[in-house]
């Protein structure tokens, strides 16, 4: 019988929505409820948050003074112990899932299936590769446990229910001292985060110059959009490397992407492909970007942008 | 420290656009321009730069593939990796495999460090330096944007989802580099000249013990499906009225 173990991600205080996301994902396992497990330290309103999730069944919240951080050399061997009596083990495709997951999967010497997008059967996944531009099937073996990364994108959070018990879990590894957690700095400043932005204002070569993205950042300010930019702004130093949106840059899914001035090379393509609505203005009527775009005007973006800010109003 | 061990992927170019076979074999690959993968050329980079500081005596550069793979390890002596090893082989390898033929590097070379990048972008799994980390038991410091080292210890700074995340870890220990880590330098022609005396030591998979055969079953290849064709608008009006109707604009 298939046993599921979902790795709750949070912040100490709240459970992020991306274990809403897995347990969604695992309800299609069709192998009854979720147990969740929450590691943490005083993470007591976390474990109640997860035990309302639709698709738990039972939290179990290992709760440690070593677990106070998100560091996958300390939360690994905890998990790994757990997981041998499960089936199934998934956790968010987040940069936490993304770093503690392959560490547990190699502590259980079995392969990991990374950035699952769709169920195709209990062992049977799609995932994407080449950044979207090749999705394939794989299938884990009936003698390997299934250890998945969950793709955020893919799967709607589970709604909620009726609360499920919490019980406390003891792992009896002990965690490792050769990893130490310094500090978290947050991100840039009021602007909102490039991968998470509901809208983001994007700049290529046709921009021209660093000053001239400043007509940028006053759009994405009056639409409370983040900034990107396309790999040659960045290369031409127009913008720093951090906004680069692209295969070898940051891979978005807004629901409006705004792109101006940008040619449209492949690798920026594969960077935006999820986004709801692409919006492209170009000078150039044959410029690629045009093909994927759902709405292209053709157009100077320095005459473009004044006049798209004066109908906001 | 004394040793840095760097992993070089051969994979398609960033900019050139793949193709999935007709019958979903497989990702056409033959005749495509191939690089080494970006997040590797950044970790070479940043190898390179603490062996400049005099924080490491020697960097290694390591590719397991097809002998073609040599051409990737030329590059890597080319920007100025000491040596490098070319662990033959033909066919598809998982990351637990990957990790495994490094694990036996790594112990063999005795590393301080290695830095690998944080995913190929070709199979985007992510997971080989975490799985290298784990059975090396060993620290894992994944999707730096900034590494400083200090004898025994790392200062790793990570691009997490929250921001900015900073980590302490003990040598040796495992760095995976993100975009933000440092720009790679150019190859110049007179380094590739001296890249050619270089030496490539060849290290068999059978000699390090381990199974390369993959675990997973990969069933089939599909290409994403397409985006809906799209609309060309005259005007800024009409811009604005297509996103309205489209509810995009609130």
Known sequence: MSKVLVIAEHNGNHLNPSTARCLSCAAQLQAGPADVLVLGHGAEAVAREAAEVAGAGRVLLADQPAFAQPLAAMLAPAVAELARGYTHVLAPSTTFGKDLLPRVAALLGVPQVSEVMSVEGPRKFRRPTY?????????????????????????????????????????????????RYVELRSGGGDRPDLQTARAVIS???????????????????????????SRAAVDAGFVPNE???????????????????????????????????IVAVNKDGDAPIFEVADIGLVGDLFQVIPEIERRLG | MDKIIV????????????????????????????????????????????????????????????????QQLRTGLAMGADRAVHVPHDGDLEPLAVARILLGL????????????????????????QMLAALWDRPQATFASKLETSGTTARVTREVDAGLEVIEVDLPAVVTTDLRLNEPRYVKLPDIMKAKKKPIESVTIASLGVDPAPRLRTLHHEPPAPRQKGVMVKDVDQLMGTLRERGVLG
């Open chain 1, 131 to 179: 950044a979207g531009n090749a999705i394939i099937t794989v299938e884990v073996p009936d003698d390997l446990p299934v250890v998945a990364t969950v793709r955020n994108a893919s799967f709607k959070a589970a709604g909620k229910a009726a609360a499920v018990p919490v019980e406390a879990w003891t792992p009896t590894a002990t965690a490792p001292t050769h990893t």
């Open chain 1, 203 to 229: 700049g290529g070569r046709g921009v021209g110059s660093a000053e001239n993205f400043a007509v940028l950042y006053r759009l994405a300010d009056r639409l409370g959009a983040a900034v990107g930019a």
């Open chain 2, 106 to 129: 790594v112990t063999r070379e005795a590393a301080d460090l290695v830095i690998l990048g944080k995913q190929a972008i070709d199979d985007d799994c992510s997971q080989t330096g």
């Open chain 2, 7 to 70: 992993g070089l992927k051969r994979v398609v170019d960033y900019n050139v656009r793949i193709r999935v076979k007709p019958d979903g074999s497989g990702v056409a690959t033959e005749g495509l321009k191939m690089s080494v993968n970006p997040f590797d050329e950044i970790a070479l980079e940043e190898a390179l730069r603490i062996r400049e500081r005099g924080e490491a005596r020697e960097v290694v550069v390591v590719s397991i593939g097809p002998e073609d793979c040599q």
């Open chain 1, 243 to 277: 906004l680069q949106v692209g295969q070898t840059g940051k891979i978005i899914a807004p629901e409006v992407y705004f792109a101006f001035g940008i040619s449209g090379a492949i690798q920026h393509l594969t960077g935006i492909k999820d986004a709801g609505t």
